[in-house]
């Protein structure tokens, strides 16, 4: 089946500092998603990404759809406390996946004040 | 407007047992995903439901099902608890998925407790 790479799996850094974390597959995908979760709760949508090339910002972060449509980061400006949590790349296939969104397995951000 | 919402909260059971998670999207949209997150683990897809019909599911076992209701909202039943089972099951919606890759939206989670 179709499996995204994440990396890194965690980052310890300073508050102030930019994060960048990248998702990789063997497979093109139409569609890029970036998710945040936090302790508990259910994942947020932070960026969607529907065109090869695509660079889309939404505050201090910033995504890009890489152009080979293999591809994908987020990048995260001037770390804050609050940008802690669980980020996850996700998917969306078609065929026997039609409605599926396949997430890559998190990156885990822990943000020093 | 009122985001996704799920009932309840947090649900133990017995091994053995029967469970039903809820599920209610955003209003308009149609479809309804459910997914599994084991502790430590990445989310695992279980089920689409759109326009009341099942369009597709994950690699679970038959006893996890569920159904959508007229009003759009979903429920997850998942039959013969097992310990395994125990996680945050998460239910989201969105727009009818015509295969452009529709942006999903994400409830908060039931947290499913099997001893």
């Known amino acids: 089946g179709q499996q995204l790479n994440q990396s890194p799996q965690s980052m310890f850094i300073q508050e102030g500092e930019d994060v960048s974390m990248n998702c990789t597959s063997s497979?093109?995908?139409?569609?890029w998603l970036w998710y945040k979760q936090d302790p508990g709760e259910g994942p947020v949508l932070l960026i969607a990404?529907?065109?090869?090339?695509e660079l889309t910002s939404n505050g201090r972060l910033t995504a890009q759809f890489g152009i080979t449509r293999k591809d994908s980061f987020l990048n995260i400006s001037a770390s804050i406390p609050s940008d802690v949590g669980i980020y996850f790349c996700?998917?969306?296939?078609?065929?026997?996946?039609?409605?599926?969104?396949?997430f890559g397995q998190g990156t885990i951000l822990t943000v020093h004040p | 407007e009122a985001g996704v919402t799920q009932s309840p909260t947090h649900l133990i059971k017995t091994r053995g047992q029967q469970a039903t998670l809820r599920c209610s999207p955003i209003?308009?949209?149609?479809?309804v995903y459910w997914y599994q997150q084991a502790l430590g683990l990445g989310l695992q897809f279980l089920l689409w439901y759109d326009e009341g019909e099942e369009r597709n599911r994950g690699n679970f076992p038959p006893r996890f099902s569920g159904r959508q209701f007229p009003n759009y909202s979903s429920e997850l039943n998942v039959n013969a608890l097992e310990l395994e089972d125990s996680a945050l099951y998460l239910c989201a919606s969105s727009l009818e998925d015509r295969g452009l890759g529709t942006e999903a939206f994400f409830g908060q989670g039931t947290r499913l407790t099997v001893v």
């Open positions: 996700a998917v969306y296939a078609g065929g026997t996946s039609y409605g599926k969104l396949t």
């Open positions: 990404l529907y065109k090869a090339g």
């Open positions: 497979s093109i995908f139409n569609t």
């Open positions: 209003s308009g949209h149609t479809s």
